[in-house]
């Protein structure tokens, strides 16, 4: 093993097959990644609490969200499939992580979907994202190698 | 249900109509399934690969690409294959004789002709054979 890096690097999947997510998420931790999983746009900002909607919030939920959020704050990279559970799809994600205060605009942000209409791979496109893969064009195996390479690329 | 299983059951589509896919997957979600969905046969399976454990897949006949369902059909009842024993319904517009005699002889549980079966029948079918798994 090579020199154990300063940092673990984290990525957020956001997939709503859970099988998948699963699978991925397993993968990537094999690969010495750390992991945090949503399957909804909801979940990654608000860590599902939306969903209760009894207006009480639990203190254990605050302290949840406030973890959750605190997590965030640490993402190295984020692996984004289209569809989602909920209103919103991959596109509101994009959007909101590439608006808020430019904090995180520069999280590379990879797409893995189903769809391979060109639209939808433009729009990604335009938005910022570092890179869109249709699912059934590329093995599971590969798209994870690709993403180490990139993230484990030497910064010039 | 009596017993509440442990893990909900996996459902791999292999279908590549998105507009479908997606009702199928509602559906599906709705009986209690987990649901992984593929567009082409490579995908489909690479993902019984990866994912494992798979319980049982619905297959369209036509797809993207060059293969069709009885490719992965012939690949996954394989002699050696360890996925032999998973249930598969083929679910096709296609019911020409030929192709369901093909299906029927390399061992699918289930043909169904999209036209005929409501997709809601088709999804209490595979509710039924996992509950019950034929010997």
Partial sequence: ?156 | MITQPKKRKIILVVEDERPLVRVIETKLIKSGFDVVTARTVDQGLDYMKEIGDVDAVWLDHYLIGDKTGINFVEEVKKPESKWRKIPIFVVSNTASNSNVQTYKNLGVDCYSVKADHKLCQITEDLKKLLEHPKK
């Fill in chain 1, 1 to 156: 093993m090579k020199k154990k890096e300063d940092k673990k690097k984290t990525i957020l999947v956001i997939e709503d097959e859970r099988p998948l997510l699963e699978v991925v998420n397993s993968r990537l931790e094999k690969k010495g990644f750390g992991v945090m999983t949503a399957r909804s746009v909801d979940e990654v900002f608000n860590a599902g609490l939306d969903k209760k909607g009894l207006g009480v919030i639990a203190a254990k939920s605050i302290q949840q969200a406030l973890d959750h959020l605190k997590n965030l704050e640490q993402i190295d990279a984020i692996w984004l499939d289209h569809n989602l559970i909920g209103k919103e799809n991959g596109f509101e994600l994009v959007k909101k992580i590439k608006a808020n205060g430019g904090k995180w605009r520069k999280i590379p942000i990879f797409v893995v979907s189903n769809t391979e209409k060109s639209e939808v791979t433009t729009t990604y496109m335009n938005l910022g994202v570092n890179k869109y893969y249709v699912k059934s064009n590329h093995r599971l195996d590969d798209i994870i190698k690709d993403i180490n390479l990139f993230l484990n690329k030497p910064k010039k």
